[in-house]
């Protein structure tokens, strides 16, 4: 069965540090991939999906995550945090062929300190 | 275009009830999603439905139990609750898998 691992639970930075949150995920074949995000009250939201093509994939509000297969990673990244960024981060992936269902990492909870 | 939602938002049973949780989703969308969240063990996948058909299933006891409507509204049932049942359910939706999942509010289930 797919898994994935995101090993930062807990990240504390001050703004305009640089963010890099890592997903690993454990399936050899196809994968789409996705980081969805939860701010403090709000519904979980997309912040970009990897499905083909370019590796670096760009989403919003300036964060990007870069696939490499030989890794099997998924890392989200961002230049420069701000203290809007202060949310929980969640890898998620879809594998194989088919209509499979998405698994979820077990989130990494970002505290951005002004 | 209006998001997702999910009714009630918030619900107190006791050990031993049942409960319905309702999700509307996406105009358009077919295929619903169901999760569970709790502190402990994150966002696990329950089922999910397409056209009115179970198309996946988590790994979850047959206490759990959905179904999808024509209009592609669903419900989740879970019977016999139990005090680990506490957690906030999510509703996705998605065009079709493995399209991207819009999700809803959730409902924060409490069992006593």
């Known amino acids: 069965a797919q898994s994935v691992s995101q090993h930062n639970h807990h990240v504390i930075l001050s703004e305009a540090a640089s963010l890099e949150l890592g997903c690993n995920y454990s399936y050899g074949g196809t994968v789409n991939l996705f980081w969805y995000v939860q701010y403090p009250g709000q519904h979980l939201q997309l912040l970009l999906k990897?499905?083909?093509?370019?590796?670096l994939v760009k989403g919003i509000k300036g964060f990007e995550a870069e696939f490499i297969k030989s890794k099997f990673s998924f890392n989200l990244r961002k230049p420069s945090v701000q203290w809007s960024d202060t949310a929980e981060y969640f890898c998620a992936v879809n594998a194989g062929t088919g209509r499979r269902a998405l698994t979820f990492g077990s989130g990494t909870r970002l505290q951005v300190q002004p | 275009k209006a998001g997702v939602t999910q009714t009630p938002r918030y619900l107190i049973k006791t050990r031993g009830q049942q409960v319905t949780l309702s999700c509307s989703p996406i105009?358009?969308?077919?295929?619903v999603s169901w999760y569970q969240q709790t502190p402990g063990q994150g966002l696990q996948f329950l089922f999910e439905?397409?056209?009115?058909?179970?198309?996946n299933k988590g790994n979850f006891p047959g206490r759990f139990s959905g179904r999808q409507f024509s209009n592609s509204r669903s419900e989740m049932n879970v019977s016999t609750l139990e005090l680990g049942d506490s957690a906030l359910y999510l509703c996705?939706?998605?065009?079709?898998?493995?399209?991207?999942?819009?999700f809803g509010p959730g409902t924060r289930l409490l069992v006593l």
């Open positions: 990897y499905f083909s093509g370019d590796p």
């Open positions: 996705a939706s998605s065009l079709d898998t493995p399209e991207t999942q819009y």
């Open positions: 105009s358009g969308h077919r295929s």
């Open positions: 439905y397409f056209s009115e058909t179970q198309r």
